[in-house]
């Protein structure tokens, strides 16, 4: 009998999908007997809703940082953990429809809405199936932690988040310190040379790839004065920079890479599919903290220099990467020039980091967590 996988993700930032995906590409490669089926739980529930919520995240991230951080930490404790709760056990009534359906044999979810709205049906024995939650950052938050007793299957991207959840009461048994779910393309084996000349890159010079969109446009005025440094206070290296579908970000990044002394070096882009490729043949990549893009970094073995993160749980995972010496974090009272010349004129710094970068990646990580799961439902 072909076993039924549900997995389940939410629409607030591009990492709960990629990973979502990542798995279920796994699933389909290499388990033929299985089905799978990905769903976005609140637009499931109610596309308004979905709309609302994620108009919300969007704007608070890029109008209010700092409201953000307030909401990541008070919705850990008090009255805010108990709405939230709350809301999910009505929306999770909702979801009983799908699960009478599809009759799932394991749920697999990359965002605490999925696992709280199915643990609530576990526990009230509507549901029964095994539930996985794969968290998808660098630290632990509560509200993955909500009705943990009905979770069956705990993935963090490290030992000390293992550890973390351990003091939180959750058995070591049920966690896996695999790393974050990460596409197959960045298990290639690339030709450099035909990258580089593919982008009209010298081989001979270092590449920074520069992430400076971000899917919310966050700290303009910072992400260009560094954009501007990094040109001026690296001149030996080339610049590959990534707007993503911010246009205004690629327009200001052109007129500065047409304005500077070495408009030759720039090479302004604004999506790309090309982000394994690039991220190949760099030296650098200079991003936001996301889970997503520090674990392709990590994979790729590459060093990061960290910008504009929200407060919460991107603020944790530059702490952690910093801490473990793949990363620096440019800090609001920080003089970019310094930082950055010292990093250059270091003929170890980057190489260091480098290898710890390779050290601390989690290469494999998808292939780990869909073998362990796909065993546990034979």
């Keep these: 009998m072909r076993k039924r996988i549900l997995i389940f993700y939410a ?54 940082p700092w409201a953000w ?81 009905f979770i ?18 959750v058995p070591p048994e049920k966690i896996f310190p695999t790393g974050i779910p990460l596409s197959n393309k960045f298990l290639v084996h690339f030709d450099k040379s035909a990258i580089m000349k593919n982008f009209n890159l010298d081989e001979q010079r270092k590449v920074i790839l520069f992430f400076g969109g971000g899917e919310f446009g966050l700290g303009k005025s910072k992400t260009l004065k560094l954009f501007s440094d990094f040109i001026e206070y690296a001149p030996d290296e080339q610049i590959v920079a990534i707007a993503g579908k911010n246009e205004k970000m690629k327009e200001h990044f052109n007129e500065i890479a047409s304005n500077c002394k070495r408009p030759f070096d720039i090479k302004v882009f604004g999506f790309s599919n090309q982000i394994p490729e690039l991220m190949s043949i760099s030296n ?14 990590l994979a790729s073995g590459v060093p990061l220099f960290l910008i504009n993160p929200i407060p919460g749980q991107e603020e944790q995972n530059a702490e952690f990467l910093e ?49 362990i799961l796909m065993n546990s439902i034979e």
Excluded at 41 to 51: R, V, Y
Excluded at 82 to 92: E, F
Excluded at 284 to 297: A, I, M, R, Y
């Design 152 to 169: 069956d299957f705990f993935f963090v991207a490290h030992s000390g988040m293992k550890n973390a959840l351990i003091q939180n009461y």
């Design 69 to 149: 951080g307030q909401v990541y930490s008070n919705s850990q404790r008090g009255a805010l953990a108990q709405i939230s709760s709350t809301s999910n056990k009505l929306m999770a009534h909702k979801l009983l429809k799908l699960f009478e359906a599809y009759e799932p044999d394991l749920v697999i979810s990359t965002h605490p809405f999925g696992t709280q709205m199915t643990s609530y049906l576990k526990k009230k024995h509507k549901i029964n199936c095994k539930l996985a939650t794969i968290m998808t950052d660098f630290a632990p938050h509560d509200q993955w932690l909500v009705g943990k007793e």
């Design 284 to 297: 650098l990549v200079v991003t936001k903290p996301g889970g997503l893009t520090t674990t392709e970094s």
């Design 11 to 64: 629409s607030y930032g591009g990492g709960h999908l990629s990973a979502a995906n990542s798995i279920k590409d796994y699933i389909e490669n290499n388990f033929p007997e299985a089905n799978t089926m990905l769903v976005d739980c609140i637009k499931f529930i109610n596309k308004a809703l979905d709309k609302v919520t994620t108009t919300a995240y969007k704007e608070m991230a890029k109008k209010a």
């Design 323 to 371: 801490e473990k010496g793949v990363a620096i974090w440019l800090k609001k009272s920080d003089y970019a020039p310094d930082i950055i010349k010292d990093l250059f004129s270091s003929s170890t710094k980057l190489q260091t980091m480098k290898i710890r970068a390779k050290l601390l990646a989690k290469k494999n990580s998808t292939k780990e967590i869909c073998e």
